[in-house]
Structure formats: C-alpha cells, structure tokens
C-alpha cells in the first residue's frame, strides 16, 4: 500500500463535470489499494475574482481580509470533491488548512509553510478516508487564515507529500508532461520521460509554467518524487527526480534537456555611472530593499569620461516600483540617463549535460548570430545560460536552439 497524493488544478476542478472526472480518477487509485490525499485549486478564474472583489472594496485592503476571501475558492473545490467522492462510494472528508493545521509565517497573500501536523491525516488515511485539501492556504499563530502566493496550491501539494512520507506527488494540469519546448512553438517538441530536481527548477524559474519554482525547490530539498500528467487523458507522464534515478547515458546523451522562454522581463540602462568602488551596490541596493528581483546584470566598457553604463532585468510587473526608485536614487547613484524596454524576451538553454562538455554557450551565441538575433544581455548558472533578445525573435530563437541541440522529435507532437 502506497501513499499518493494528488493534486489538481483549476482547469481539472473547472466546474460538477470536470470534479465527477477528477473523483474517477482518485477512486482509481483507492481501488489499487493506495491511501490518497487530493490537494485541489479552485475553479479556474475563480481565485481571480475574488482578487477583484477585495480591489473593488478597497485598493489598501487588509491583507489578512483578503486571504480570508481567496482562500474560499480552494474551500470551495473541497467540499465539492469530498461530496462527489462519496457519492460514488468512496469514503472521504475535506480538510482545511487550519483544521491540520498547516503552520505558516504570517506573510498575508505570500505566507510560507512551516510545518504540517499529520497526526489527524494520517489516522484518517489509516481508517480508509480519502483526504481532501484544499491547496494555497494555511493558518499562522493567533488562527489567522494565510494563502501562498498565486499557484500555492503545488507547493502545498509537495508540502503534503513531504510531511506524510508519500511515494510521489502527481501534479495534474492541462498539459500531458514536461516537454522540451513550448510544443505550440516547437511542434516536434519532445516530451521527457524524467527530469531532474535541478533541470526542472531551472525551467521553471525561467519561463516554463508546467510547475511553480517554489513547489520544485520544496521537491528536491525534500526528495518528493513529482509526477506531472494530464487530467484529461491517460497518458504516462513525467518524472521530477534526483539525479540518481536518471542513468548518466540518458543524462549526458543530450546537452541541453529542455529550451525556456520568458517575454516577462524589462530591461534598464542607467548610463554614465560613475566609475568607482560602491556604485553599483547603489543601484541594487535600493532595489533589494524595495523587493525588486533583479536578474541579468551588464556592466559596460567605461567611458572616457570616468563613467559606465550598467544594464540590467526586472520583472516587467516591477518596472514602475523600479523607476521610482532609481528615480529618488539618482543623485546618490550619479547616473545621467535611466532608459527602459519592454519589448525583450529571455531565452534560456538548460540541462545537466553542461557541467561535463565545452561549447554549449558558444553554440547558442553562434546560432543565434547566424540567424541575426543581436544579445542584449548574458546570464548563467551551473547548468543554464539565459540571453536577453528582442521580442519579436523570440519564437524564431526558440525553434532554431530545439534543432541545433538536437532536441526535435522525428514526429510533430501536436
């Protein structure tokens, strides 16, 4: 007897119908001798207008009012699948986030999980009870409803998971797996049977939506195994592991695992910096304290004059916050100029492969050269490089990486 926890998305709870689907399939695996725990989001678009009730009350909500509000929707989701459950004879019950309870911080509308109670559960597992939770929310000391962050609901899935001891975690959305590509981009785009921890978390930090950064960090620091596959189709999916259930053939037979795309991004130039020891700590630190993520930093050649450009990305939906910053900092700072562009896209190469062979950067800035895609900025890790393009490119850099890396399946896949 195994213990699988299931979660499932907003599109796989989108309405009595889809949940009659998504109760079939849990009673699938209670009929296969598993214990299961569901975690479920709400309807699709219903956490959305929620969040426009609150802003339709009040533009300086509450915080904690507002995860009292959001929060409903999973409570929604619950109730429904822990009815439809027993209609089909299945025994089961919903279970809150503050009925466990899952001890969060008390960061309203961004809490983080501190730890799960799992006596409760467990004993309701052991009586052949189907627990069904409702994911993105918890509650923090004093009882105060608390949500994770918009897509909490996968890492209060892998959260269950770590807590209880599950065999694996089964993410299902709308897609069948982790592709190497977009496949709407790349039609001979390949799905992976396994990737690992660091890959996954590398994709998804740069443009890949399959699974929320914070759910494959909590995943590989927790060793839960992570499945994700189709809620509307049977077909196998892919595997989320340690590099030691992935064979160092299957692991170094590709350079590159997969191909990331991300037209989120801003980029800013300050220009004629002033040259010296402690000025760049005075551009990003104003923007750290503000919480403003910054990623691709380029610091020019320095002019004649005593002074530097300095380049760099933020979240476009940080690009106001970000301008008035180096706004009100710009005597201490001593830039001249502070120009900004939205129309740009991060492309992103990832896979394990780069730690052991030379020159897969260098295909990459090739590649993209032969095809006249100018870089406009440069960033790296261990096993990624990422590039700053011009949007407008940004699918036809996508398509011609996939084939120079050998990524394109004989087949089209969609």
């Keep these: 007897m195994a213990r699988i926890v299931m979660k499932f998305g907003g599109t796989s709870m989108a309405g009595i119908e889809r949940i009659r689907s998504v109760a079939e399939r849990v009673k699938r695996e209670v009929d296969a001798g598993n214990q299961v725990m569901v975690v479920v989001s709400a309807m699709a678009g219903e956490t959305d207008r929620l969040v426009g009730f609150c802003r339709e009350a009040s533009t300086l909500y509450d915080p904690r009012e507002y995860d009292v509000v959001v929060s409903a929707g999973e409570q929604i989701t619950s109730g429904l699948l822990a009815i439809t459950l027993q209609a089909i004879g299945v025994p089961a019950r919903s279970w809150l986030g503050w009925q466990l309870p899952i001890q969060t911080s ?111 960090s909590l995943a590989m620091k927790e060793k839960v195994r992570v499945q994700v596959l189709s809620s509307f189709d049977d077909k196998p999916g892919t595997m989320i592991v340690g590099d030691d259930e992935i064979e160092d053939t299957t692991m170094e037979s590709h350079l590159i695992t997969g191909i990331a795309y991300a037209k989120n991004e801003a980029k800013i130039t300050l220009t004629q910096v002033p040259d010296r020891p402690g000025a760049v700590a005075s551009i990003f630190a104003p923007l750290a304290d503000a919480a403003i993520n910054v990623d691709m930093i380029i610091q020019n050649i320095a002019h004649s004059t005593g002074s530097t450009d300095v380049t760099f990305t933020v979240p476009s939906a940080d690009l106001a916050r970000s301008l008035d910053v180096l706004e009100k900092a710009q005597e201490a700072i001593g830039y001249k100029d502070l120009v900004h562009d939205t129309k740009v896209a991060k492309i992103s190469i990832v896979g394990v492969g780069m730690r052991t062979n030379a020159g897969v950067a260098s295909t990459m800035f090739k590649v993209l050269g032969e095809r006249g895609i100018n870089i406009q900025a440069i960033a790296t890790s261990e096993i990624k490089v990422s590039v700053l393009i011009e949007e407008d490119y940004t699918e036809l850099a996508v398509r011609v990486l996939h084939t120079a890396y050998g990524l394109d399946a004989e087949e089209e896949t969609v």
């Design 106 to 216: 008390d960061k309203h509308g961004k809490a983080q999980i501190d730890a799960i109670d799992t006596d409760a559960l467990a004993a309701s597992l052991d009586g052949g009870s189907v627990a069904v939770i409702p994911g993105f929310q918890g509650v923090a000391d004093g009882a105060r409803v608390t949500t994770l962050g918009r897509g909490g609901s996968d890492t209060s899935a892998v959260a269950v998971a770590a807590a209880i001891k599950a065999e694996r975690c089964d993410i299902y959305t709308d897609v069948d797996g982790v592709y190497t590509t977009d496949p709407r981009i790349v039609p001979r785009a390949r799905k992976l049977q396994k990737v690992t921890y660091e890959e996954m978390l590398e994709l998804a930090s740069v443009g890949a939506k399959v699974l929320q950064t914070r759910s494959v």
